[in-house]
């Protein structure tokens, strides 16, 4: 069910939200998504409705609701806002595409970029959706979890535990072909209250301009973003 508050009521009916927010979803397909009980699921999904954070389409199908958009309208994103200026910097001192990545469910999602002007570039769509089983942001995104969400995550990961507790001893995680051949990257973490990690950033680029051990030239560049971007939470 993705990142837990420790209520779990309120949990509970997150994961009823995201799970209709990936598409259509019939009360077995909550269940199967979610892994919630039947029962349990019907009542949060019905009681959502009554708010409109839920509606059903023409099948009967859950999907998310109007009031959803109202609430985003009004909604401000202290890290977001501070993003687009620390990527900027990211970015110009690195010479590297600079990406921010929040984790959700078992992905990573790209929820801010700074791309490279010209040149070879690797170019992260924002809102794209990457899977926490390879690359420095996963890493970063995994490494700080409880050890029942590493364990799951390991089982289909490219990286182990032990790479997960360096991740932790050093402040930053590199890959090297780990997503995608003949792609580096480094990766820091963003730390909000309580020391939680709620995000990563990270840098991209070809192997051939970053080098095999980009993390020894770049992490301090990482580093020092995830700091700044840290004052916008504090």
């Known amino acids: 069910m993705g990142q837990h508050s420790g209520i779990g009521v309120v949990d509970k009916t997150i994961a009823i939200l ?24 019907h009542r949060l999904a019905v009681a959502l409705e009554v708010h409109r954070l839920l509606v059903r389409d023409a099948d009967g ?30 970015r110009d001192v690195s010479g590297e595409s600079a990406q921010l990545y929040r984790r959700d469910g078992r992905d990573r999602v790209c929820v801010a970029a700074a791309e490279r002007a010209t040149g070879l570039r690797t170019t992260v769509p924002l809102g794209a959706r990457l899977p926490l089983t390879a690359g420095s942001g996963a890493q970063v995104l995994c490494a700080w979890e409880s050890p029942e969400t590493i364990a799951t995550m390991l089982q289909h990961a490219e990286f182990t535990e032990r790479s997960l507790a360096e991740v932790r001893r050093r402040g930053w995680a590199q890959s090297i072909g780990q997503r995608e051949a003949g792609v580096a990257s480094v990766s820091a973490p963003v730390y909000g209250p309580g020391r939680r990690v709620v995000a990563a950033v990270s840098i991209s680029g070809p192997i051939e301009r970053l080098g095999r051990s980009p993390g020894q030239r770049f992490a301090p560049v990482l580093t020092t973003a995830a700091q700044r971007l840290q004052t916008s939470l504090t």
């Not at 009360?27 to 699921?41: C, E, K, M, N, W």
């Not at 998310?64 to 910097?89: F, K, M």
């Open 18 to 41: 995201v799970a209709a927010g990936q598409g259509p979803a019939a009360l077995s397909d909550l269940v199967q998504r979610t892994g919630i009980p039947r029962a349990t699921a």
């Open 61 to 90: 199908r859950f999907v998310p609701g109007p009031r959803l958009g109202e609430l985003a309208a009004t909604a401000t994103d202290p890290l977001l806002e501070r993003a687009v200026d620390v990527l900027t910097w990211v």
